[in-house]
């Protein structure tokens, strides 16, 4: 009785560890059992003949040594063989040689030295297990946002502490660059990458990749988290200017009135998190034509030469709409050649210079106003866009009749004769 208390002293000196890191009852007795092990393998040399039982439910362990059973005067190795006379001795009274006997250890008897050896082994699993964790559980939420408290800045990098205390790292590249942190005040972040090297746990954050932007949009736009509105691609210059082009799935629902809001109120609340980033929310084609044009907006195009396959595109517009489809250091034509996938020239219309064009809705008396619409959805806003295009290109990509197509280029040729 007096063993069985001891034990159960024993165990209770470790059940901290079942608390604090909140192990479940499974882990718990493997990760018990292994230190037990592991403390006995350096005590006897190896730990091949012992037994470990553990049962946390009644808090106690009980360790028994299996002896084999040899004559008086031979036994050669103690920690695997035991004299019949002790055997006998030792609660068997009835073992023969040859036999194995079970001997029950005292774990508390081998001192403070070997408690202390297996509080360490046992703190060491525990904290391997928490890493191990820690990695799983970040690993799946790569991309998804997490908020975290700023704890310490540092030139290269923040170290963010989430609701739990894992440590979130936001480097430098993956900063803002507008952004200020102090400690102490909350930051939000995507999950960019979580790494397990040395079996120590790297949680890094960012701020600008792309999928940060989009996350944003799913927590303020609830038609994209239900999955109404879907985002097709994103451009971003972190800190500056972002494009995203968007579609809807219900035609009830207008994409980028949604992600705007009413006034605005969602997309503001994107802006302010961004350090008041532009974003441009524009409605996606799988017409190319006419998603560079969108993407190029505010400029107004007068024509668009494509080469699809060498995804190469030379936009044509009249020399005032130039600086304004570059855009500020050339930012806006390099985010429009993010978002659309082509390499993006941007040409004046020499013959724009010399004689007027004219946008397509000026014609709605002498052309029906569908045809003028299907046209511009084709990436062909003006007049002169119209007559630089091939008249198969009109009737395929318009989806007009011939006829129809002759009539508008009629209409048009007679305005600049």
């Known amino acids: 009785m007096a063993k069985r208390q001891e034990a159960v002293n024993m165990t209770d000196q470790f059940a901290e560890f079942k608390e604090l890191k909140n192990i479940d009852k499974i882990t718990l007795i493997s990760v018990l059992e292994e230190s037990f092990r592991s403390v006995l393998a350096k005590m006897f040399g190896n730990d091949d003949n012992f037994d470990v039982i553990v049962n946390p439910d009644k808090g106690d362990c009980e360790i028994y040594q299996n002896l084999e ?43 403070r030295r070997a408690i ?63 952004d200020i942190y102090r400690k102490g005040e909350s930051v939000r972040a995507v999950i960019h990458n979580v790494d397990n090297k040395n079996n120590n746990p790297k949680i890094t954050v960012s701020r600008t990749s792309d999928v ?25 210059v972190p800190g500056e200017r972002a494009k995203i082009a968007v579609e809807s799935y219900d035609d009830r629902i207008d994409p980028v009135g949604a992600c705007v809001g009413v006034k605005g109120a969602r997309i503001h609340g994107i ?26 907006s505010p400029a107004k195009i007068t024509s668009i030469r494509l080469d699809e396959e060498g995804k190469h595109a030379e936009v044509f517009l009249r020399p005032e709409e130039v600086s304004l489809a570059i855009g500020k250091g050339g930012l806006n034509i390099r985010l429009a050649s993010i978002l659309t996938g082509y390499e993006i020239d941007v040409y004046r219309d020499l013959d724009g210079e010399n004689e007027e064009d004219i946008y397509l809705d000026e014609f709605k008396d002498e ?23 091939p008249r198969a290109d009109l009737i395929e990509k318009a989806d007009l009749e011939e006829d129809m197509v002759d009539h508008i280029l009629e209409v048009l040729k007679a305005e600049f004769e």
């Open 271 to 296: 802006v302010r998190e961004l350090r008041n980033e532009n974003i441009d929310v524009i409605p996606y084609t799988t017409n190319p034509q006419l998603l560079i044009q969108r993407a190029l």
């Open 116 to 178: 202390l050896n297996l509080r360490q082994t046992l703190a060491s699993k525990i904290l391997d297990l928490q890493k191990d964790a820690v990695y799983n559980k970040f690993k799946e939420m790569e991309g998804e946002l997490v908020t975290g408290e700023v704890y310490q800045v540092w030139k290269r990098e923040v170290l963010l502490l989430d609701d739990e205390k894992n440590e979130l790292l936001l480097p430098k590249d993956q900063q803002i660059p507008t």
């Open 69 to 111: 059973v040899v004559p008086d005067g031979e036994v050669e190795n103690p920690n695997k063989e035991i004299s019949l006379t002790d055997a006998r001795a030792d609660d068997d009274p009835d073992c023969e040689v040859g036999e194995e006997h079970t001997r029950k250890i005292d774990f508390t008897k081998f001192g």
């Open 367 to 389: 052309i029906d106003e569908w045809m003028i619409e299907a046209l511009k959805d084709m990436g062909c806003a003006t007049a002169k866009a119209v007559l630089n295009t």
């Open 212 to 236: 940060f932007l989009r996350r944003l949009f799913e927590l303020e736009v609830p038609e994209i988290h239900d999955g109404l509105i879907v985002i097709r691609a994103v451009a971003r």
